[in-house]
């Protein structure tokens, strides 16, 4: 289970059908209503990724670059230069991305199915948590079991603080700060300072604070 999604996307936006044919990873992938419990090949995909995770760690703390070499080859893409600290969790690993030159720091957490792209040059400080998964308004929707993934999209030059929460189908704009303990539930803008929960803008990126 996640937080809620974003303030602006609170009204589910379609009723799910029950009657659709596609498997429910096919539903996830269109980010269209699924339901993770009734899916064995959900389930599977994701307890992979639980032991991959654990797996790097463990690998990292013998050989930092075979770790390294092992996360590339569990998410899909890693870019030259960038690094990261153990533990590093993700569910669905080739849907996440990783920019060029950024560094991602100890106890990055990403949870649901959702597309998860992170630009260039990144500072990700610990214990991030980017929550892709998002339930139902309606409580007898939420009982049976609906959730959408939802992607969260990073640009370049961010520098996020300690203990963020950024919530699902959030895009933050590059060159932006993301004070630590923020809880990003909507898109924050380029070249800004956010902070607070729910994060908002405090200045613009670079002005002194008051």
């Not at 991602?104 to 630009?119: E, L, Y």
């Not at 203990?163 to 909507?186: E, K, Y």
């Amino acid at each position: 289970m996640t937080t809620p999604t974003r303030d602006d996307a609170v009204v589910d936006p379609a009723l799910p059908d029950p009657t659709d044919p596609r498997s429910e990873y096919e539903k996830l992938l269109a980010g269209d209503w699924y339901r993770y419990r009734l899916s064995a090949e959900l389930g599977e995909i994701t307890a992979h990724g639980h032991e991959t995770s654990r797996r790097i760690a463990e690998v990292y703390r013998e050989d930092a670059a075979a770790g390294v070499a092992l996360l590339r080859e569990t998410i899909g893409g890693f870019g030259e230069g960038a690094d990261f600290r153990p533990p590093f969790y993700v569910e669905y690993g080739p849907h996440l991305s990783v920019g060029r030159g950024t560094f991602v720091n100890t106890g990055f957490m990403v949870i649901g199915g959702g597309r998860v792209t992170v630009g260039e040059d990144v500072l990700i400080g610990p214990d991030a948590r980017f929550y892709t998964s998002n339930h139902p308004t309606d409580p007898a929707l939420r009982r049976e079991g609906w959730e959408r993934a939802l992607p969260i999209t990073v640009g370049d030059n961010v520098w996020f603080g300690g203990s963020v929460v950024v919530c699902p189908g959030v895009t933050i704009g590059a060159d932006s700060v993301v004070a630590a303990g923020s809880v990003v539930t909507r898109d924050v803008p380029a070249g800004v300072v956010v902070g607070g929960n729910p994060a908002r803008v405090i200045r613009a990126a670079g002005a002194p604070a008051v």
